[in-house]
């Protein structure tokens, strides 16, 4: 059995990886390498088509850019398949027996069988030998050491190096051939040295190289993360706001059934008094006939005569009046008919719809307990608060029945309620406190601006519970927590006066009146859209809980007021009222308008609450 260094002579070992072939593919310069080795190669050239022999450097064209493609080497694939299938023998015993070998010196390229391996480690002159297992050898796990002793002269040891024909040669065979060629000569152990030197240069280089691209890796990686999460986030902001456009939409629906409701109810109403006053009319007239009849049980005189006469004569009068007609019912039936359902689809506006078809009217007209309402806000009771400047918050029912009055001994300028029942209170003095549901107030305190410094100005709460504050004399508004404190931000109101503010529930955006127009702000007061109405100075807007506005156009001289509704971008919708009469306030020109949880709207001036619904 051959040695592995006569394997390794016979060229059954990969240029490469310096092991037995492991199915071996020939390239078109008629090198041979390892499968696997040729593919860690492809992968490190430019073009997937071509693959550069590592010892020669020619091209061999690469089909599909597939190694497994190429021509295998069928010779040499079957030789070493030979050489893995043959157990190797001994190569030092001297007997004819040829025991399998187990062991193999590197140093002395012999196979050795237990007893030799035994006497070689025993031997001090070569216990520093390198000693492998054939298994490793055979598998791969262990590459032969290349000897040092030249074919031509085997005593002689391969010290020097030919930098032309780049092989380790012998003295002899430098002096004899190559120096006389005129090739360049080096010490093996230097050109070794150098080679050891420029792999642990081209090591510390891959090193740092590696530690560059793993960086450039994590770097990449972290950039897909936050990739990942900004699209997470506009997910999450294209389901947020999905949802709030549902809620939006859910509202107003529910909005629309109620107004529908109310008006099945009132013509109900209507139908239902007309049968009674007809029911009421068939049983006078069943009584007066039941009197009329009794006189034909005796013969009458006298009074009984006179008072007979008297029912007849009744009789004859509801006998004589018109049978009731269908025109009355029929007209209210008509006028059901008449009411219909407009949707609205609009581009970058989200708006139900509307109810056309019947018309609004005043359905309370209450005086308030003194002349000096300041602000009017929903009551989470579905009531509607009105505060007096004069002290006292006055909640009404949406009949206009004055049902409690709390806060007496406070001068209001603005109120408002979060969502968890605590309602925020602002005086005349702007200063703010904090109540519980049952209005007790909390040791809170908002660090606001004075009287002198702000002014007058309005107050309103977001969806996320954070509360507005705003001043007609610096033009801006202060935005608070509940915790109260100093203001998380302040919002420039672009040169307008927030002399009213109202916040839309879906995207934090603010409505503003200012002293002549409605305008629209997005969350940081930049002004997107204004609204006025040729004829009118005075407008008063307020959000709906469907994130429709509604706004009273107020004719002051006239005392007329108008009242339309409008999609949250102030597109018109529908007109409600149209030119009103009403009371006009003495001493001050100031109003408020709100819609109730259950659809109705109150107007209120400083004196007066009027209180609109669908008839």
């Known amino acids: 059995m051959a040695t592995f260094h006569q ?143 030249c074919k031509t002269h085997p005593s002689a040891d391969e010290d020097c190096f030919c930098t032309h024909c780049r092989e380790n040669i012998c003295s002899t065979c430098g002096m004899l051939e190559h120096m006389q060629a005129g090739h360049q000569l080096e010490k093996a152990a230097v050109h070794e040295e150098k080679v050891m030197k420029n792999i642990k240069e081209l090591q510390e280089w891959a090193k740092l190289k590696k530690t560059t691209i793993e960086n450039h890796i994590d770097f990449i990686e972290t950039q897909r993360n936050e990739i990942t999460n900004m699209m997470k986030r506009l997910i999450d902001d294209i389901d947020k706001t999905y949802e709030e456009y549902i809620q939006l939409l859910t509202d107003r629906r529910e909005a629309l059934k109620y107004q529908v409701q109310r008006l099945s109810e009132n013509f109900d109403m209507e139908l239902q008094t007309m049968k009674e006053e007809s029911r009421q009319t068939v049983s006078h007239m069943k009584a007066t006939e039941e009197l009329v009849t009794n006189g034909m049980k005796v013969p009458l005189e006298k009074d009984a005569l006179f008072a007979h006469d008297t ?38 506006e989200i708006f139900l719809g509307e109810l056309e078809g019947f018309t609004w009217d005043v359905k309370a007209d209450v005086e308030l307990p003194d002349n000096r309402m300041n602000c009017m806000t929903r009551a989470p009771d579905g009531k509607m608060a009105v505060g007096s400047g004069t002290g006292g918050i006055h909640l009404y029912s949406p009949d206009g029945e004055l049902q409690q009055t709390l806060l007496k001994d406070v001068n209001l300028l603005g109120i408002e309620f979060l969502s968890d029942g605590q309602s925020v209170v602002r005086d005349k003095e702007n200063k703010m406190s904090l109540y519980t549901p049952q209005w007790e107030k909390l040791d809170v305190t908002f660090e606001t601006m004075s009287f002198d410094e702000g002014g007058f100005g309005g107050l309103t709460v977001d969806r996320d519970d954070n509360i507005y504050v705003s001043y007609r004399k610096p033009k801006k508004i202060q935005v608070f927590t509940p915790q109260g404190g100093k203001s998380v931000r302040e919002v420039m109101c672009d040169g307008h006066e927030p002399v009213q503010i109202f916040s839309f529930q879906s995207t934090g955006k603010l409505i503003m009146r200012d002293v002549s ?72 020109n100031w109003f408020y308008l709100q819609e109730f949880e259950s659809g109705e709207i109150a107007f209120c001036t400083p004196d007066r609450l009027y209180i609109f619904g669908a008839i």
């Open 7 to 149: 394997i390794s002579s016979q060229n059954l070992e990969c240029p490469i990886c310096l092991t037995l072939f492991n199915q071996p593919k020939s390239l078109t310069c008629s090198h041979t390498f390892c499968k696997g080795c040729l593919e860690q190669v492809s992968q490190t050239q430019p073009s997937q088509q071509t693959i550069t022999c590592p010892v020669c450097r020619k091209g061999t064209p690469l089909p599909s850019g597939d190694v497994s493609k190429l021509q295998t080497n069928v010779p040499l694939s079957s030789l070493v398949d030979e050489v893995k299938t043959k157990n190797p023998t001994c190569t030092v015993c001297e007997t004819d027996e040829e025991p399998l070998a187990v062991s193999y010196c590197q140093d002395c390229a012999k196979n050795m069988c237990k007893s030799c391996e035994r006497a070689h480690s025993a031997w001090k002159p070569v216990s520093n030998h390198e000693v492998v297992p054939v298994s490793e050898v055979l598998s791969g796990k262990v590459p032969l050491r290349r000897r040092r002793k």
């Open 311 to 348: 029912l007849c004569e009744n009789l004859k009068s509801f006998l004589g009046r018109d049978d009731p007609g269908d025109q009355s019912p029929r007209s209210v039936t008509e006028r059901a008919k008449k009411i219909s359902f407009r949707s609205y689809v609009k581009v970058n």
């Open 517 to 588: 127009g409605v305008v629209c702000l997005d969350g940081k007061g930049k002004k997107e859209n204004v609204l006025m109405k040729e004829g009118y100075m005075y407008p008063y807007p307020a959000v709906c809980r469907d994130d429709s506005v509604i706004v009273a156009w107020v004719k002051h001289g006239e005392g007329l007021v108008s009242i339309d509704r409008y999609t949250r971008d102030l597109g018109h919708v529908h007109s409600l009222i149209t030119d009103f009469k009403i009371q006009k306030p003495e001493k001050r």
